[in-house]
Nanobody
Framework: QVQLVESGGGLVQAGGSLRLSCAAS????????MGWFRQAPGKEREFVAA????????KYADSVKGRSTISRDNAKNTVYLQMNSLEPDATAVYYC???????????????????WGQGTQVTVSS
């Protein structure tokens, strides 16, 4: 079992940046592909970014590509999402998730993931 706890959300003005963190406990995240998803009010949870176990295989949603960076530090058991040039449509609850996976596997769908954090709110004001 692994517990995931997100942090780093908050209120930011359009054009600003945030760095989200996802700290894991209970098990090393080196066994997991990791992902970030978000869910805005009234909308379905959507994929944001994913990273494989070693950090060398990464995928972004088109909506965040070029403005966000996912990374991981397996020694610190933590995954990060750096978000720049934020716009109001990025307002959502952001979740990190872990997928027990092979070395190069990425999870692009929410239903692929085995573990979820409780989420952190990101609000971008115009």
């Amino acid at each position: 079992q692994v517990q995931l706890v997100e942090s780093g959300g908050g209120l930011v003005q359009a054009g600003g940046s945030l760095r989200l963190s996802c700290a894991a406990s209970g098990r090393t995240i080196g066994s997991f592909a990791m992902g970030w998803f978000r869910q805005a009010p009234g909308k379905e949870r959507e994929f944001v970014a994913a990273i494989n176990r070693g950090g060398g295989v990464i995928k972004y949603a088109d909506s965040v590509k070029g403005r966000s960076t996912i990374s991981r530090d397996n020694a610190k058991n933590t995954v990060y999402l750096q978000m720049n040039s934020l716009e109001p449509d990025a307002t959502a609850v952001y979740y990190c998730a872990g997928l027990i996976a092979g070395w190069t596997t990425l999870g692009l769908g929410a239903d692929e993931y085995d573990y979820w954090g409780q989420g952190t709110q990101v609000t971008v004001s115009s």
